[in-house]
Structure formats: C-alpha cells, structure tokens
C-alpha cells in the first residue's frame, strides 16, 4: 500500500467538495488505490457518519468513506484547530485542500499557522487554495504573502482547474512538439484570435459566491488569462513547472491592462430572480473583451476573449483565424480565400480542428470550406478524466505544472482591476436572454475591433 495521506478539506460540505473533489478523489483512489483519509472540516458541528454518508455519495469509495472524520471548527478562531491538531498527527503527507470562499483563506491561514499545524520547515505539509486568490490584486498580493510566510513555494498548490484539463495541457504539444504551427504562430500570418468560454447553466444555487464574483473574476482573471497566456508565450526552455511558469509569466506582462471602452458585460434575464441574487445586484454574468498584447509575436493582432452563464451552449474554444492567402485568381477572377481556422476544442468534444479551403470535386474549379478534425477522445482507450482528478493528483504527488505561480495570478489581477472598477462604478448591465449569445454589442465591438466575428466550430462553415 503506498504511504498515507491525510487529506483536510476545509468547506467539506461545501459545493466544490461535492460535486467535484470527492468524486474526482474517488475515481482516482479507484484507480491508483492510494492510502488516503479524508477529513473534513466545516463551521458546522457534524457527526462522522452524516459526513460519512456524505462521502459515500459523492465518492463512491469504500475505503474512503470508512476513514472519513468530520471536525468542526470556527476558522477565525485558532484555539478551536486544536481537535485538528490531534486527529492529523500521524501520516507523512498532510494535504490542507480549502475549498472555502477567498475571503476565509486569510483566517485559516493564521488558524494553521498558529495553532501548529503547519510550519515552514515542514515540507510533509502541503497547501491547496481555490481560485479566485483574492478579489483584485491588492488582496491576492495579501494572501500570497501570507501563504509564503508560513510555506515554502514548494508545498503551495494555486487551483486553476483549466490548467489541468489534457486539452489545455495538449496546447503547448500542439504548439511546440509539431513544426507544422509555430512558424505561422505570429502576428504576420495570424488575424485574429478568439477565445470563447460559454457555459448553458446559470449560476446554479452559488449565488453566494457568484454575485460578490460576477464573470470576470470567476472566469476571465483565471481560466482565460491561463489559457491565452500558454497561446501565446514563448516556447519554454523544457516543460518543467517553473520555465513554464516563467513563459507564462512573459506572456501576461505584455498583456495591456484591459480597456473598459473595449469591453463588454451583461446580466442574463432572470438571473435577479436566482435565489441569493441581490435583487439590484449590477453584477455580471457575461463579459467579453479585447485583451491587446504588446510584444513583438503579437502586437496589434486583435484578441478576443468572452464568457457567460445561461448561453446558447457549453463550449470553451480558441479560434485562431490565419490572413488570406495572398492571391487567388480562379477562372481568370480574383477571389476571395477561404481563411484557415485553426481551432482548439477544450470542451465538449474535446480535439483540434483545421479549416481549409479545397476544391470541391467536379469538372468546374470552385472552393468550399473543409474540415479535419483530431478527435481527442480516440487517443486513449480510457475516458479522459475530470480536471479535478488531474489536480488531485498532482497535489498528490507533489507536482506543480498543472498550477499558476503567485505572479502570474498578480499579474492577471493587474490586467482585469482596472476593468473591474469600471464595471462597479456604472450601472446596471444590459440584460441577455437566456440561451443567447450574449449582448449584441460583443459583436459590433469584435467587428469595430477588426475581429471579424465570433467563431464557434460547428456554426462556421468548413469546421467541425
Ligand atoms: C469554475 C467556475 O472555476 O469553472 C464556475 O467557478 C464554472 O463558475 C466552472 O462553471 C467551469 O468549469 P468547467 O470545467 O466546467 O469548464
């Protein structure tokens, strides 16, 4: 049996814990049958079998759930960890995972800290946070101080899940193992590029969370920036976390602080009715934007990102949209080219397609738009798993490439603030119906901003 792990889960009862840690740990526990107890802790008082129960139903693991222990204590309050104190004594790896709101890391923090349970020296002691990490960059410069005073780098995990999905960690494969892309990977041959992040769910029963958050800091400032800093930076000098990190890190220092007069938000219909919605709330559930980078790879290429609850559908996709081919002259007429599209599927339908244009059988010389597609999924036998599983295990095992560096998540913060203060100083956002794409004026901001127009494969002609 490979060596315990005593795994803490602050929030246990919480959303994340059940829909996403525990059935992610349970699948992975099944599959690599390691010797992990979960702990749970909570602000309420629980009894082990309720939590057990709990367990049960989310992970679907015996062995996981004949171990779990509930502890109930008040975060503000250090003197309440003690009962913590004693139940985790033992195994050599203990995993502090908390999947509690931003605003509470700061107090358990202090609560582990000074009740003893971790120390710097101690690097059995590891660390998990939830995104966001603060809710602009003065509070995220906070609480990364804080998790360096009491840990060193290497025991600290920052989740963005987005960077455990085998999609996101395919793009620098894509980019960097073929030599078929980088050389077209630049402002001369690239127009544009689009990243689309649409969820069909609202926000669910997280309005908790949600309504203090609202798009940008729930999506843009983590998900997207991660996803469009590894689209765009350097080559790394190897794959290891910290070059990686350090392209990343480039990367996002290009990226221009984002123009609220090139952005825009939207609130669906209905959303002021969800239950824990304040009424007036002028929080977002769409937003999109252009995000400039100034470097030498990509200044003035146009970039857009969006985002949003209760869309059309669910898809998170980059569109990367090539130049015309210089010159095509077809029957003695100069035409128009088909433009390559070169689109990464994160999810659903997870894969990599091409769009190109091809001459369509038959006597007359004519082009259409055609399509090839890598189909992801066939790439393995077994299902692609869950992000969370992938978080997990490298939590696990003390990997760090699936996690943004303090830095890089400060420098997101630098590029949204400012939209985000603009955004709080104005009104009410214009509304949305639900199973839109969003605000008409995302579209004429794309066609102003010399994006063209949102692409989604599957509507575009040619793509699949
Ligand atoms: C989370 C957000 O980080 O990502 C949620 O807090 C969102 O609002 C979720 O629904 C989307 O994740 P995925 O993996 O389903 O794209």
């Known amino acids: 049996m490979a060596k315990a792990v005593d795994l803490i ?35 309420s008082p629980k009894s082990p079998e309720d939590f057990r129960a709990l367990v049960k139903q989310a992970s679907e693991n015996d062995q996981l759930t004949a171990t779990a222990e509930w502890v109930h204590l008040d975060y503000a309050d250090p003197s309440t960890f003690a009962p913590l104190k004693e139940i985790v004594a033992g195994p050599p790896t203990t995993i502090f995972y908390l999947a509690t709101p931003a605003e509470t890391f700061s107090e358990i923090l202090a609560g582990l800290t000074v009740s003893g349970l971790v120390a710097k020296e101690d690097i ?20 990364n101080a804080q998790l360096a005073a009491a840990f060193q780098e290497e025991q600290i995990f920052r989740i963005d899940h987005y960077l455990a999905k085998d999609t996101v960690q395919n793009v620098m494969a894509l980019r960097f193992s073929n ?43 983590n998900h997207v920036l991660q996803l469009l800093a590894l689209i765009t930076m350097e080559p790394p000098t190897t794959f290891d976390a910290e070059y990686v990190r350090r392209a990343k890190r480039a990367a996002l220092r290009a990226m221009s602080p984002i123009d609220p007069g090139m952005a ?11 239950e ?36 059309t559908r669910r898809v998170t996709e980059v569109v990367i949209k090539l130049r015309d081919a210089p010159m095509l002259r077809i029957a003695g007429r100069r035409q128009r080219g088909i433009p390559t599209l070169i689109v990464i599927r994160i999810q659903p339908d997870e894969g990599i397609s091409i769009r190109i244009g091809a001459k369509r059988p038959g006597t007359r010389f004519e082009m259409v738009p055609a399509g090839m ?17 992938n978080v997990l295990s490298e939590v696990l095992a003390g990997g760090h490439s699936a996690f943004p560096g303090a830095e890089e998540i400060e420098l997101s913060w630098e590029i949204v603030d400012p939209l985000i203060r603009a955004w709080e100083a104005e009104g009410h956002p214009e509304t949305y119906a639900v199973g839109s794409w969003g605000p008409r004026a995302a579209d004429d901001m794309v066609a102003a901003g010399g994006g063209g127009r949102w692409i989604v494969s599957g509507d575009e002609p040619g793509t699949l």
């Open 9 to 43: 889960i602050f929030g246990a009862s919480g959303d994340l814990t059940q829909r996403k840690i525990l059935p992610s740990l349970g699948h992975l526990l099944s599959r690599d049958g390691q010797n992990v107890r979960v702990i749970g802790v909570g602000r």
């Open 124 to 143: 059995t002691r590891r660390i998990v946070v939830e995104k966001p990490l603060g809710h602009n960059l003065a509070s995220a410069r906070k609480l």
């Open 179 to 221: 030599s078929l892309f980088e050389p077209v990977w630049n402002r001369t041959l690239i127009e544009t590029i689009l990243i689309t992040v649409a969820e069909e769910e609202g926000i669910g029963k997280r309005a908790g969370y949600y309504d203090q958050a609202g798009a940008v800091r729930d999506i843009i400032q």
């Open 264 to 274: 825009v938000r939207g609130q669906y219909e209905g959303y002021l009715d969800e």
């Open 276 to 311: 824990g919605v304040d009424p007036d709330s002028r929080r977002e559930t769409y937003a999109a934007m252009r995000v400039a980078i100034e470097n030498w790879r990509w200044d003035g290429v146009p970039i857009f990102v969006r985002t949003g609850k209760a869309l």
């Open 373 to 389: 597609r890598l189909d992801y999924a066939r790439l393995t036998k077994t299902a692609l798993p869950e992000a969370y599983e």
